[in-house]
């Protein structure tokens, strides 16, 4: 008996570890916290200087059951006249580079980031300025058009900590929300918090 439950516990135990290094999924997205937990931004405006932008962060995260040390995507902005890039850091440190191209960014994380058991890894941390002119819209991503041409060019692409070139799908966008007056007792400023 002991000698099947032990063959039982490792066959159980090869196939999840064979499944495991088959199918490892990524997905990347744009969220309003490093989390990757806030889908929706709502920028407050300031009630005594309601003329004068305010800062909000806007992060790139992704999921992937693997490690990754490079990511390359593009980040499309709604409406680069009111919503500037004010600053970034790249990678969970912030001691990334990005090699900006035409078609998007190519992002060196500065280390080897574990993203085993669900685990967000950032990608790149942004804040932005955000005018009270702001008409609301989607910060999204698309495939960086200048990454290796070998990979599913309908997917953002990632580099294991091997310098292998895997896809990853893209996933949700963030929704930022018109600037709204954050007077202390108003509903927007309950509102902005979120």
Known sequence: MLRRTMAV???????????????????VGVYADAEATRGTMVPGLDPNNPVLPVIKDVYVVAFVEDVMDAMAYKLVNPDP???????????????????????????????????FGGQPIVIAHYEYLFFPEFPGGEFCLEVNVDQDPSTDPTKAQYSTCQSELK????????????????DSVSFGSIKALF
């Open 81 to 115: 006249a009111t919503a500037l890039e004010a600053s970034a850091l790249y990678g969970p440190s912030g001691l990334g580079i990005n090699i900006a191209t035409p078609g998007g960014s190519n992002v060196g994380l500065g280390e080897c980031a574990v993203g």
């Open 167 to 182: 896809p990853c799908d893209i996933g949700p966008c963030l929704l930022v929300e018109p600037p709204i007056a954050t």
């Open 9 to 27: 516990v490792l066959a159980l135990s090869f196939a999840l570890v064979a499944a495991s290094a088959v199918a490892q999924p990524c997905m």
